[in-house]
């Protein structure tokens, strides 16, 4: 079975029950959920897959259980995924180690493609380098989706629509606020180890400009990914400078030529979209709101948000039931909130050079100072999915 599906046979369909914009973590596998439930499910991807993404590519303890949940707990182990049991914190020429549980690093690249040929096993069609743009109607039966694809334009009637486009989305009837204090992501997949790697371990170094997060993924390659300030980025000679200083002050020299290398970015990260629902249309993962996630709870905030999403919806979507809405905006804000408040506190702790030094001398002098925090970002959904 093709994963992929040609244009003009997605566009010969005039209605869908549910079309998904963006195929990352959120889109696919809310697609997914929504085609297990018998629903016609349309999923589109602007870019063309597979695809790298900005992201450090680890999987915490939420996302493993969010896979779990919907009984595709083994698929970062056969997609090749690097088993992760350390976290090394580095800052000052410093590095404190600490045990961090059960986490997986997979790159974006494989993760989402297979994530979405699970969405095309369950029913769900899928047509990449296609962007949609929803047409605000208040009071329809169904709401218009355009779709502009290279080789044509259409528009499309859809049940509800789930936005899952990631930092760039937009929707009618929400508005997204960006943090004034907001970094900047870049990234990249490198084939050689940047600095001394630690097997089994997650890497991050940290310095005034920003953090820089390192592990190893599958077909021997290795994820770069940072949260820097634009001010700093603004000022480098290259997004390598930037990386390669952070690396440098936290005490790690780098062994490669990081001027050398694509990088690829982000807009700008902490925001928050309000509201997350409206008539007809629900926002899930980073469409929703994005905070800093540090040590790697970004992609199991975007899977639980969607399976969440998904449970509203179970049942027919003909009459739309306004409540819906109302009730998606209140199970994820008592579902992520909390998690996402962590991350916030860890960011701002981090932006302090004394507090900085001292959370790092703490880790490295009693682990277990850790744990704590470990358990509290790692924690699962916190509702029910029905």
């Known amino acids: 079975m093709s994963t992929f599906h040609p244009f003009a046979a997605v566009t010969r369909e005039e209605r869908w029950d549910a079309v998904v914009i963006g195929a990352g973590p959120a889109g696919a596998v809310a697609a997914r959920q929504l085609a297990w439930q018998g629903k016609r499910v349309l999923l589109v991807e602007k870019s063309r897959m597979p695809r790298e993404k900005v992201c450090g590519g680890c999987l915490g ?29 580095a800052n000052a020429r410093s590095t404190a180690r600490v045990p961090i549980g059960r986490r997986i690093a997979l790159s974006r690249r494989t993760f989402d493609a297979e994530l979405v040929r699970e969405a095309a096993r369950a029913g769900a069609m899928v047509c990449d380098q296609t962007v949609a743009t929803i047409e605000d109607a208040k009071h329809a039966a ?9 080789s044509g334009e259409a528009s499309v009637a859809a049940l509800v629509v789930i936005v899952a ?18 970094r900047i992501g870049i990234g990249a997949i490198v084939k050689s180890a940047p600095c001394a790697m630690e097997a089994g371990a997650l890497h991050m170094a940290v310095s005034d400009a920003g953090y820089v997060g390192i592990t190893a993924v599958e077909g021997g390659k290795y994820d770069i990914a940072a949260a820097v300030d634009s001010h700093a980025l603004a000022s480098a000679e290259s997004p390598g400078h930037v990386i390669h200083n952070i ?19 982000t807009p700008l990260l902490t925001r928050r979209t309000y509201p ?3 008539r007809r249309r629900l926002l899930v993962g980073d469409a929703a709101g994005y905070v800093e996630p540090f040590t790697g709870e970004g992609i199991g905030w975007a899977m639980q948000s969607a399976i ?33 408040r962590s991350c916030r506190v860890l960011s701002t702790l981090l932006r302090v050079r004394t507090l900085r030094r001292l959370m790092t001398w703490g880790m490295g002098q009693a682990p277990v100072l850790s744990r ?11 509702a029910p999915l029905t």
């Not at 486009?165 to 004034?180: D, Y």
């Not at 690396?247 to 970015?265: F, H």
């Not at 704590?372 to 916190?382: E, F, S, Y």
Request: proline content about 5%.
């Open 61 to 89: 303890g939420g996302a493993l259980e969010a896979l779990a949940s919907i009984g595709l707990g083994d698929l970062p182990e056969r997609c090749g995924g690097i088993p992760l049991s350390t976290f090394a914190l």
């Open 142 to 150: 169904a709401l218009s989706v355009t779709l502009r694809h290279h």
């Open 165 to 182: 486009a990631g930092l760039s989305a937009t929707s009618p009837g929400s508005e997204t606020f960006v943090s004034p204090r907001s």
């Open 247 to 265: 690396l440098q002050e936290a005490g790690w020299e780098p062994a490669i030529d990081l001027s050398e290398i694509k990088w690829r970015g």
């Open 276 to 278: 997350v629902g409206g």
């Open 308 to 340: 969440l999403a998904a449970s509203l919806l179970t049942g027919s979507l003909e009459d739309w039931d306004d409540t819906i809405a109302a009730r998606w905006t209140q199970l994820y804000e008592t579902s992520l909130a909390s998690s996402q």
């Open 372 to 382: 704590p925090i470990v358990r509290r970002l790692d924690r699962g959904l916190a």
